[in-house]
């Protein structure tokens, strides 16, 4: 027998955010279990924040009535229900064609349509994965909106939309944006491509009360070129890929390799084997800052990545990342980042405390 699904409309719930995940036959278990993978990782960030706490995130399997020989979900759910949805993810569907995509997505919407369509009315956001927005254009969600389409079913899934869209005479239009590998428009978030799960969904979560673990979570599941290039300081052997020979590249590599030492613009001039002004001007002109901006940024990232992952003081921070001065280093942390480095800590910080982590009976701070 299905399982009861939950109430549609969405209030924030004091024991976590709940994320519905719909499954049934066919559905794509890569894309399911890495919806699943982000909200683990959240929860083991959560708790190395707060000790063990109870786990944030929990997700919910939706499953479609009557398929009793489907494969079960790639993992268990988090146990039942507690308060309201505050996202459901489609993760797609394995089929061949169009016309069976379209049997597929029919056969979900009479079961999950009028769900859909009022979790979004009560506020909450859904993510369709790849071919999962079918099922949007089934329920009329995809109307007048900005979508990512996978070209393969793109023009089936307008097809859908065009012939699904209520209370549109004649239907609001679907805008296909060809060259998104996946969109936000309001409440909904559409992708092309599977491999582009991860940053849909944790920038799906970036909209639920569980902001902040998903922002911080996305510094280490998501490609950060910043990080990449700040993060061999602290590696024995550098990963980067060898830069071009221009005169600029020349200049960006060499702040990179010297980026803990006093900045130099003369320095960094011959490096690139120029003057300083036609350095500076050229710079700027190709990369719409200075050296010593692009400089800085190098900096604030690798000082990001020592806040979240050390147990330095900021003044430590400060040394390792070439600022001799704790409160120049604080006010140009300010301007790149927004905020302070204590407060950058706090919130994206991806360790335990230093008690956690030297054990319970040790004596240590945070």
């Known amino acids: 027998m299905p399982r009861d699904q939950p109430e549609a409309p969405v209030t924030p719930s004091p024991l976590g955010v709940n994320v519905g995940i719909v499954w049934g036959p066919g559905s794509i278990a890569s894309t399911a279990a890495a919806v699943v993978d982000a909200l683990r990782a959240m929860n083991m960030l959560a708790a190395m924040r707060a000790g063990g706490a109870q786990a944030p995130m929990r997700w919910h399997w939706l ?13 268990p ?43 979004v009315a009560g506020g909450g956001v859904v ?95 998501l490609f950060d070129a910043p990080r990449q290039l700040t993060a061999t300081a602290t590696m024995e052997t550098p990963t980067g890929a ?27 001039a011959r490096a690139a084997a120029t003057s300083p002004r036609t350095l500076l001007r050229w710079f700027a002109q190709v990369y719409g800052e200075s050296p010593q901006d692009y400089l800085h940024r190098l900096r604030i990232a ?20 070439g600022y001799s001065d704790t409160g120049s280093f604080r006010k140009i942390f300010h301007r790149v980042s927004g905020t302070t480095p204590g407060a950058y800590r706090q919130r994206f910080r991806l360790r335990t405390t230093r008690k956690q982590w030297l054990g319970t009976n040790t004596n240590g701070d945070n």
């Open 63 to 75: 499953l479609a009535p009557g398929e009793d020989g489907a494969a079960p979900p790639p993992v």
């Open 77 to 119: 759910d988090s146990g039942a229900l507690q308060g309201r949805l505050h996202a459901i993810v489609i993760p797609g569907w394995l089929v061949p064609t169009g016309p069976q995509l379209r049997e597929v997505s029919h056969c979900h919407h009479q079961y999950f349509g009028d769900l859909l369509r009022a979790h």
């Open 127 to 221: 993510a369709a994965l790849f071919n999962g927005s079918s099922l949007l254009a089934d329920c009329g969600l995809l109307a007048g909106r900005q979508v990512a389409l996978p070209w393969a079913f793109a023009p089936s899934i307008v097809l859908q939309s065009g012939t699904s869209a209520q209370g549109h005479s004649p239907p609001a239009e679907v805008a296909w944006q060809r060259d998104r590998p996946w969109l936000r428009d309001g409440p909904v978030w559409t992708s092309a491509a599977p491999q582009d799960t991860l940053p849909v969904v944790l920038d799906l979560l970036a909209h639920t009360p569980a902001a902040e673990l998903a922002q911080a979570a996305s510094h280490v599941l």
């Open 242 to 268: 060898p830069m071009g020979a221009g005169s600029l590249e020349q200049a960006r590599r060499w702040l990179q390799d010297h980026r803990n030492e006093p900045y130099s613009l003369q320095a960094t």
């Open 302 to 321: 690798q000082a990001q990545a020592l806040l979240q992952t050390t147990y330095l003081t900021v003044d430590a921070v400060a040394q390792q990342c």
